[in-house]
């Protein structure tokens, strides 16, 4: 009987391995409810395409907000990053960074970001994979 009972458990515990998923908006079936979390500057390629060459600091700040980061010892830095935390626990992360020489924009470096705001951007909340149905 204890074998039968252990055996059921441990079939059990492997049946319940399975359900984890691989869905961003979802934390699996024996896991806490966990929610998307969006930290830092949202960019998008089109916000970033407003900024140029020889562009004043206060003209970058009002075009593409504060940023993350602004080193103390690096005045001449700004570091726009972007985190998105799925409920499973994968995460898009996004930089871009403006070095200034003479208080004007001297270079821009960025990771791929979208063309614009877009559904199919999964950093965005309710994103939905292509297929993907609801919770």
Known sequence: MRVACALAAVAVALL???????RNNASGL????????????????EMLDKV?????????RFTLGLPLLNPIFRPDRWDYVF????????????RVTILFKDEKVDTITADP????????DP???????PGETGR
């Open 30 to 45: 024996f896991e806490p409810y966990r929610i998307d979390l969006p930290q830092g500057n949202y960019l998008t390629r």
């Open 113 to 120: 970001l979208p063309v614009r705001d877009d559904t199919s």
């Open 123 to 129: 950093a965005l909340p309710g994103y939905r994979a």
């Open 16 to 22: 319940a391995g399975g359900c984890g998923t691989s």
């Open 52 to 60: 140029t060459t020889g562009m004043p600091r206060e003209q970058v």
């Open 83 to 94: 985190r998105y935390q799925h409920p499973n626990g994968k995460a898009e992360l996004r």
